[in-house]
């Protein structure tokens, strides 16, 4: 069994910054793609950021150029740092993990960004 857990959410004013930060515990034969979504509300889900088993990433169009999805020295972290912050960066921020045949979410950190 494999728990996530997301931390770095908080309020941030527009133009700020926050890192956050996927852990993954538990057994887990391999990690095959990494990820991050959020989701408004109201608002569909949406894919933030990826990073697979090659380490290539790929962003939404609305973060590209502010956000940097990385990997931690250890194989069982992941980030997102948020430069230039804007209003519609609110949202709950979900890491979410691929490994083998098995998909993992992580329960959300809120991001809130106002002045």
């Known amino acids: 069994q494999v728990q996530l857990v997301e931390t770095g959410g908080g309020l941030v004013q527009p133009g700020g910054s926050l890192r956050l930060s996927c852990a993954a515990s538990?057994?887990?034969?391999?990690?095959?793609?990494m990820a991050w979504y959020r989701q408004a509300p109201g608002k569909e889900r949406e894919l933030v950021a990826v990073m697979n088993g090659g380490t290539s990433t790929n962003y939404a169009d609305s973060v590209k150029g502010r956000f940097t999805i990385s990997r931690g020295n250890v194989e069982n972290m992941v980030y997102l740092q948020m430069n230039s912050l804007k209003p519609e960066d609110t949202a709950v921020y979900y890491c979410?993990?691929?490994?083998?045949?098995?998909?993992?979410w992580g329960q959300g950190t809120q991001v809130t960004v106002s002045s």
């Open positions: 979410n993990v691929r490994g083998g045949i098995y998909i993992y």
């Open positions: 538990g057994s887990m034969f391999s990690i095959d793609a």
